[in-house]
């Protein structure tokens, strides 16, 4: 348990030096929401009332699936892997603590926009906050499980960046976050509730936790796992 604990504190120290991660899930996101939070509620008012899980949204897509994957990449297609075989580490141990710190990085992000919409835009806050903090725990966890697959699965740094934006744009364009999702044709609408984004910014709206929102995460976050262990076992045996 120490050395875990050592792990996940060595990794933690490791992403706050880490420009990439800074740069995926701080400056962007906090830029995006302090410019188009002001566009959204200057041109739909209404959109106070959302605003908060839209920017959520949109900041936690990017945490994990443009910020994280790479830095997988970095540890498995490396001879860092090499290194946890010589000194006896469980080979998961890497995924397990990026995948902590990753976490924590895009909660403290989330509290950030939370905390800061209300005084700047007016925004309205979650009637029921502590569901609102579960839902938005559920969806980072589930977006990061789908980022670790990618990360794991692409070997390639410019292919991962390629399919990590084709992962990124549809979650945010289709989602629902820039507009409503009853104004697209029916196929992108239902092409949009492929992706975690919808179903989170549904969970995470007022009255939106309960259990018809809930199966899609627990579908994914599962089928995550277990192709996780698969490509994991694969990287202990090569």
């Known amino acids: ?29 906090l830029i995006f929401f302090l410019l188009m939070g002001g566009i959204f509620t200057s041109v739909m008012p209404e959109m106070r009332n959302t605003l908060i899980q839209s920017m959520i949204v ?20 490396s001879d860092v892997k090499k290194v946890y075989k010589a000194n006896g580490v469980p080979i998961y141990l890497g995924l397990v603590t990026m995948f902590l710190s990753a976490f924590v990085h895009l909660m403290m992000n989330c509290v950030i926009i939370l905390l800061l919409a209300p005084i700047l835009f007016e925004a309205a806050l979650p009637v029921q906050l502590p569901f609102f903090l579960l839902a938005l725990a559920i969806y980072i966890i589930v977006s990061l499980s789908i980022g670790s697959v990618l990360g794991l699965i692409i070997k390639n740094q410019a292919k991962l960046t390629m399919i990590a934006q084709l992962v990124f744009l549809p979650s945010i364009m289709l989602s629902g976050i820039m507009f409503p999702v009853e104004l697209l044709p029916d196929f992108l609408e239902t092409t949009g509730r492929i992706f975690p984004a919808s179903w989170g910014y549904q969970l995470m709206s007022d009255n939106g936790f309960c259990p018809e929102h809930l199966w899609y995460f627990m579908l994914v976050f599962c089928a995550a796992v277990i192709i996780c262990a698969i490509l994991l076992h694969k990287q202990k045996s090569t």
């Not at 348990?1 to 996101?29: E, H």
């Open 1 to 29: 348990m120490n050395g875990f604990l050592y792990g996940v504190a060595l990794q933690w120290k490791l992403d706050l030096r880490s420009k990439s991660l800074l740069v995926t899930c701080y400056i962007v996101p």
């Open 58 to 77: 949109m900041s936690v897509s990017m945490g994990a699936f443009i910020g994280l994957p790479p830095s997988l990449i970095e540890t498995y297609g």
